[in-house]
């Protein structure tokens, strides 16, 4: 795969991370710099590890990955956005937290990294190497990343409780994208 291929693949990855990174940037008071470098490592680590994981696995967990996980990425986002919009409308302290656990992101990395443990997969069927494309994949990711949580942050301001409820929606829009297009290939 040319350079330019595994650039444009590790940039549609990417938006999934990107849009939770600004969301993300918008419920975090006091913001700082290192809650931005906090979800760029983890969504860009999970983005580059998921399909080294996808590859090494291949056709074993194929048949699990395609049943199952886009439910389970519907699940984590649904509940995960559910809990934003909740907390931005009814929570304590105007639905802000101080920092984002890791916990927290742990699962948004593992649910915005799922598309990426297909690709990978795909990449053992192929036989293709996946040392280029997951570099790219997660510099391209962690760049995303840092530069939405800054962005979500800034827009935050502006806007306070409607870009926490937009941020809510987009993670159920974003965890229903997936499983509508699993179902649509079923």
Sequence with gaps: MSFLT????AFGLAMDAFAVSMSSGTTIRPFRLNDALKLAVFFGGFQAFMPVLGWLGGSAV???VSDYAPWLAFGLLAFIGGKMIYEALYGGDDGKVSSLN???LFLLAVATSID???VGI?????DTPILEPVIIIGCVTFFMSFCGAILGY???HFFEHEVEILGGVI??????KILAEHLLWI
Excluded: E, H, T, V
């Design 6 to 9: 595994n650039f444009l693949l």
């Design 62 to 64: 194929s048949g699990f």
């Design 102 to 104: 890791y916990s927290m």
């Design 116 to 118: 990426a443990l297909a």
């Design 122 to 126: 795909s990449f053992a069927f192929l």
């Design 154 to 156: 800034r827009i935050g």
């Design 171 to 176: 993670l159920i829009g974003l965890g229903a």
